[in-house]
Each structure stands twice: as C-alpha cells, then as structure tokens.
C-alpha cells in the first residue's frame, strides 16, 4: 500500500497508551481528555504544523466487533443449523478480537515529506491550554515508550515505529502546498468579488480596475495576502 | 399496481390540497393541553368533525368549511401517548422546529427569539379550518371555542402577530388569519403571494393520488425512458412503502397509530416586500433582460403567468409561450405550466443554479448530463420531495415598506422531516453544492445576512460570447416569523388517541 499519492502524504500513527492509573484517572481518559481540550480552526496546534491538509486525533478504546453479516444467498449452512441448535449458531460467528491496550490514534493528509513533516509536529505544534503552552509531547506523553522521546529525531523514529500503511486520501485538495492551495481559494474568492463589483464597465476602466485589484491581492505573493491555516470565517 | 388509499381515514389537505378546490380562507388554532383525560375528550370532539380525504371539496353538494388537526410531540406527550409509542418517533420531530434552527439557517431576523409570542408558549395541538368564506370559518371558529368550553382541559394560546378589526397591529390575536390574495377589483382570487409569483403550481404527485396521467408529468418523477410517473405513497403517507421500496423509518408504533398519517411543518414566513421590490429595481437595472426576466430568474418562472423560464429564457420565447398559453385550454395550460425538465437546460443559462424552482426540485437534473450516472436520472431528487399546502397571509399597504404582518403561511407534508424538508432547506436552498455553486443560497428564500450579504451567478449559454450576469449584495428577503413540526395522525389514530386506546404492545 502506498503512503503517498503524487505529492500527498497519508500519516497513520497507533500508538499503545500506558494501561496505568494515576491519581483515580486512566491514562486512555487522560489523553482523551488532552485531545479534547485541544483549540481548533485557527487556533489549533495543527494549523501551526507546515502542510497540514486535514488531521484527526482520537483514543481507540477497542475494536468493533462485527456479528456475521446479512446474507441473500439462498442456502447458508450457518442460517439452517442455527434453526436447529443455538450452539451451533454460536459457532459460526467471527471471532472476538480484544485490543491488547488503548491507542492514541493519528491521522493526518499532508503535503510533502514524511521527515519533514514530523519535524514540523516536534518544532511547531504549540497551543495554549488555559494559560499554558504545550507542545506536542503534551498530547502523547502517557504513551508506551514515549519517555524516551527527547528531540525531533527521535519522534521521528517513535512516530515511524507506530505507523500503519494507509491509503485513505482527502479528495478535496490538489497537489500543491498548503500555502499555494490557501492563496488559490483567497484568490478565487477575491476575483469573484471583483467579477461581480465591476461588472457591466467599459474595458478601460475594468483594466484599470483589475491592476487595483492585482496589487491588492498580489497573487505571487504566496505569504499574504491570503487565508491563514485553518481559517473558519471569510 | 396503482395505490389504493383509505381516503376516509386520511386526513383532508392531504391528498387533494384545499386551496386549488375553492376553499380560499384559513384559519389556524395552537393549543395547549392542561389536563391528559379532558384533552382526549376534546380531541375526541373535534375528531367528530376533522375531514377526511374522502369529502367533495368541489360541486353543489360539496363541503364549505373543513376541519383538520395534529400535534406537536409535547403534544401528545400531554395527551398522555404510552411511552413505547413516544420513543418511536424521529428526533427531529421531537426537537421541534425551534431546536433546528442551525440546520434550518433560522438565524438573525429569524431566530427563534423573535418569533410571534404563541411560539414561546407550549404549543400541543394544531386545528386549521379552511373554509370558502370567511363566514364559514368564523362559525367554524365558533364552534371550536364551544367544544373548547365544553370539555375543559386546553387553552387556545395566543399570541399572533396581525391586526385587529380596526386595522391596528397586534401581538396576541388567538389565531393565525390566512387567505388567498386577490386581484386589484377584492374579488378575483389569485395563486399569487406578495412578491408577485405565481405560487404551488409544481406540486409533487404521489401513486394513488389521482389517476390522470397528464397531472403527473413534471410533478412525479422522471424515469430513464423520460416518463413521468408518481412518486411512491410512502415518501408522504407513513404505513406505505416509500422510494426506497421500505416502509419509512419514522412511524411510531402501533400502525394504527401511524398509518395514513403524515408530518408537517408549519412556517410563518414574513415577505419584506418594500425590500423586495427596492433589491429587484436597483439589480434590473444593470440586468440586459429587464425587470421581469430578472424577477423570473429568481423564482425560475415568471410572475404574470408563472410560465417555466426553461421554454421561456428570454422576452421573445415568452411572447411566444403566451400566445399559445392563450390559445390553449385548461389540461394543454397546465401541461405547459409542468411539463419541462433542466436536463434542457444543464448549463443554467436559461433557469439559473438560483432559481427558486430549481433549488426546491431539480427534476432529475442531478446528473449534469452524465449517462446513466444513476439508476434512474431522479434517484437523488425524488427522496427530497415535499407537498406544499400553505396560504399566504396578510395585506401589504406600503410596497415600499417591510412593515406589516403579510407572508405565507408554508406547510409542507413528509414522511420525513430530515429526509425531505430539512434537506432541501439546507442543503438546497441555503447551500449550493449539488448544484456546482459554492455557496450561493437561493434568492428568494436564502437566510442572506447583512454581514455577508449573497450573490448569485446567472449562466448565459457557452459559446455565446456574453458574459453572466452577477446578482450582487441579495439582503434578506424572507423571515421566519414561528413554526413547528407537526404529526398529523390518521382519522382512525385521532379516535385512538382520543380514546386513551394506543396500545404499542
């Protein structure tokens, strides 16, 4: 399975959370409860983090379990034993599966480089938590063999040694960086306002106009101005 | 087979609506129940008279004045409905229409804050009277307030927003007043509301509803072969199987309770007509077309005649259209009037993205020209459909104005409010999505705001050379003035429920 579609990179991360109780309060329930408290839209940690597209960060309790599925087919041993036998209905459902421990479970789309990426994560992801700054190690610090977690090379080795293949992409976004796809939509959207602002007027004045509007907008200019990461209002 | 329905144990309004059979004037009640046993004895009272679909609405020996009645769910909580059958009702139903607010995008002038008074009471019961004279309906009225006296145990709320017999504005009128509007001479009745348009001519047809095949073209749903066809029971009547061949998810148990009923919305709908008409003068004229074609583009037909803008994209075809709308007798009229698809029309040159009618029923156009992209070219439209049964309220007596209480009354009937209703309100009229527009609302029914206020984009044909033509800085057109989600149970429920009899066991 590929991890990467053109210059789109899929990051799936389970990492084991400690099944360890401190002060009355599970370790799972305490990460929860960071990722809970995390700000978002603009004020997300993941807004600061270079080329994010889209992430998610949640605790997996377990996994579901799945009974035996409807079926059509007109003959289906299972169907005519269990008429007979409970038994034998019981018998012929999957498995239970347990996970061993809960995961802290991250999913990220990003642009560009998987090293470079989670370098970012360690050095940007920064969020204020009623008056405190965190950093990232605040959110997976109750993770097994997190401690030893000291600098951006060794969560990049953590972070790689918790990663599943992934192929699911976020089908809203092209190729570009975050900075070109965030100047795009401002873009569109400003000459949309100007289309409409401006229309019905003689060509020289529409020129004349569209070269206002050019050095307002300033399309080469990929810093400003243009929509911040994570933007929830126009 | 074609759907037989139970006409005596469907309630009237239904299956045939009362204002295209001459009864012209409405009046509605909201009532609160303050005591379980004598609220049944009062429900069953008025069940005595509720209409069923079965009446001649039509004709000399035809019915003058109806009676027809639902509930909220703090209603039939009141009424003391066992809880088993409680909990089988949909959640959006439970909520009430003021709890959806953010779904429905009643928001600014609408939020429910500034809804008529009745709407912060707790409304349970709803008793509409439709008459063809206003005098029928004050008997009617009269009438209800005996059985009110009599039985005991509710209160008719108060609280409407209207005039008094003098003509002066009031907020705690005991009903909300509905009519027809009328031609200049007061005596000519009209399918206009207060902006102009021709109102409730698109109206969905279901199987079982009547069996005039030219009725169905361009009001059922459009098949592969581009026929018309009804559309299935369920998607309006609860107990019969729906298009996704299955009996719709939101019946409470038992069926008799459920069976041959319905959900309703009820919106007061207020029209800021001095707006209006102010927004329609300063767009026309920048707009080539000219002030009507730019009032048709909004509505997708236009006002004089509601003729469709698909056959009739510009004045000449218009011109045209009427000679013939002239010429023609009533079944070719109204074959006219329906029988078009956008499939015509993929680019929206003729009837825009906007248009009201396109919004609220695309007519199998959701394919976009893609062969076949679905099982059939309506499988995205025809599990959002809704019948319209509302009447406009109100005079208007300064165009200029937005003042006043005038509007329409809109009561649409689902089987399912979050299927049918609140989709196309949501995703339909204020978002643009599905119809490749970003986020451009509908024109007229749009919750535009004042901090960012809507455009539009109306499409000329690709190719021609022209440019489109923005609609710019759309204020807020219509607001919501009150509502909420009614269940309007069969003759047979109301005689259940009346009875204390709903057995979910």
New interface residues.
């Given amino acids: 399975m590929a991890n990467t579609s053109g210059k789109a990179t899929a990051l799936t991360v389970l990492s084991p959370i400690v099944n360890q109780i401190i002060d009355g309060k599970s370790c799972a329930d305490i990460t929860r409860e960071r990722c809970y408290r995390l700000p978002i839209h603009e004020k997300s940690p993941l807004a600061k983090v270079p080329n994010t597209y889209l992430a998610r960060l949640f605790v997996l309790d377990n996994v579901y379990y799945e009974s035996l599925t409807a079926s059509d087919s007109i003959f289906n041993f299972s169907e005519i034993t269990s008429i007979f036998s409970d038994s034998a209905r019981l018998k012929a459902l999957p498995r239970k599966d347990q996970l061993k421990s809960k995961y802290l479970v991250f999913s990220t789309n990003f642009h560009g480089d998987l090293d470079e990426y989670l370098t970012g994560m360690w050095e940007k992801w920064s969020y204020d938590d009623n008056g405190q700054q965190r950093g990232v190690q605040h959110i997976w610090e109750h993770c097994v063999a997190f401690d030893g977690v000291k600098d951006s090379s060794s969560f990049i080795s953590y972070m790689k040694r918790c990663q599943l293949d992934a192929t699911l992409f976020f089908n809203g976004s092209t190729d570009d960086s975050l900075q070109e796809q965030l100047k795009s939509l401002y873009l569109k959207q400003e000459f949309?306002k100007f289309?409409?602002?401006n229309?019905?007027k003689s060509a020289a004045d529409l020129q004349q106009a569209f070269k206002v509007f050019i050095e307002k907008v300033q399309p080469e200019n990929l810093d400003q101005p243009s929509w911040v990461p994570g933007q929830s209002t126009? | 087979m074609t759907q037989n329905l139970d006409l005596t144990d469907i309630q009237g309004n239904i299956v045939k609506a009362y204002g295209s059979s001459g009864f012209f004037k409405a009046r509605y009640l909201f009532l609160r129940v303050d005591d379980g046993d004598k609220g049944r004895d009062f429900v069953g009272a008025i069940t005595s008279k509720v209409t069923s679909a079965n009446e001649k609405l039509k004709g000399d020996d035809a019915l003058t004045v109806t009676t027809n009645m639902a509930f909220t769910y703090a209603g039939l909580q009141a009424l003391e409905l066992p809880t088993a059958s409680l909990v089988g009702f949909p959640s959006d139903f439970v909520m009430g229409m003021s709890k959806r607010k953010d779904i429905l995008g009643d928001d600014g002038p609408s939020d429910p804050k500034y809804w008529d008074k009745i709407w912060q009471e707790k409304v349970h019961i709803w008793i509409s009277i439709n008459g063809k004279t206003s005098d029928v309906v004050e008997e009617r009225y009269q009438w209800i307030l005996q059985q009110i006296k009599a039985t005991g145990g509710v209160t008719l709320l108060r609280g409407h927003c209207g005039e008094d017999g003098n003509g002066n504005a009031v907020d705690d009128l005991p009903y909300q007043d509905a009519s027809v509007l009328y031609e200049k001479d007061g005596v000519t009745p009209t399918a206009k509301e207060h902006f102009g348009y021709t109102d409730g001519i698109g109206d969905p047809v279901f199987d079982g509803q009547t069996n005039n095949a030219a009725r169905v073209i361009g009001r059922g749903k459009l098949t592969r072969s581009g026929d018309w066809v009804p559309l299935a029971t369920g998607e309006f009547i609860l107990g019969h199987v729906d298009e996704a061949m299955e009996y719709p998810q939101t019946a409470p148990r038992p069926d008799l309770l459920s069976n041959n009923g319905t959900y309703m919305v009820y919106r007061k709908l207020h029209e800021n007509v001095g707006t209006f008409n102010k927004f329609l003068d300063e767009q026309s004229k920048?707009y080539p077309g000219g002030k009507e074609l730019l009032a048709a583009k909004f509505s997708g037909r236009w006002r004089d005649n509601g003729a469709p803008l698909v056959h009739t994209p510009d004045n000449e075809s218009k011109a045209e259209w009427d000679k013939k709308f002239a010429a023609a007798d009533d079944a070719t009229q109204k074959r006219m009037l329906t029988d078009f698809t956008y499939n015509e029309d993929i680019s929206g040159a003729k009837c825009p993205f906007s248009a009201h009618t396109r919004r609220i029923n695309p007519r199998g156009s959701l394919e976009y020209g893609v062969k076949d992209a679905f099982h059939t070219p309506g499988a995205l439209v025809d599990r959002r459909r809704i019948l319209r049964r509302g009447l406009p309220y109100g005079k208007v007596k300064d165009e200029t104005s937005d003042k006043g209480n005038h509007g329409i009354i809109f009561m649409a009937l689902n089987a399912d409010i979050k299927r049918q209703f609140e989709f196309v309100q949501q995703q339909w009229i204020n978002y643009a999505n599905d119809f490749k527009q970003g986020n451009d609302k509908e024109v007229l029914l749009g919750n535009h705001s004042s901090k960012?206020p809507g455009?539009v984009v109306l499409q000329v044909e690709p190719g021609s050379g022209k440019?489109p033509?923005?609609v710019?800085n759309i204020p807020r057109l219509v607001e919501t003035r009150g509502g909420d989600y009614f269940f309007i149970p069969s003759i047979g429920a109301l005689k259940l429920i009346a009875g204390g009899l709903v057995d979910p066991t």
């Fill in positions: 949309s289309a409409a602002a229309q019905g126009p | 920048d960012d455009k440019p033509h923005f710019n």
